[in-house]
């Protein structure tokens, strides 16, 4: 994902049972607790907080691993 992300882009990510897509909720640029995990986050390695639009769900995920619909 060369692009910012910036919340409220739709994007899309491999899921456990294939392709999942929702709306990128937060940029996390601290460690925190996001998603019902532990996240080691920092300004120069972001990670997202996305929401699925199927489950209404929420993960984190590195910028690398979600791609802008």
Same mark, same amino acid.
């Given at each position: ?12 990510w ?10 990128v909720? !937060?940029?996390?640029? +601290?460690?925190?607790? $996001? ?7 920092? /300004? ?6 996305? !929401?699925?639009?199927? +489950?209404?769900?929420? $993960? ?7 791609d /802008?619909?």
């Open positions: 994902m060369a692009d910012e992300l910036k919340k409220g882009d739709e994007v899309t491999k899921s456990h049972g294939g392709e999942a897509e929702g709306t909720e !937060k940029k996390i640029t +601290s460690e925190t607790h $996001a998603a019902k995990r532990d996240v080691k986050a920092s /300004k120069d390695e972001p990670q997202y907080l996305v !929401k699925s639009s199927k +489950s209404g769900g929420e $993960a984190v995920h590195k910028p690398e691993a979600l /802008k619909k």
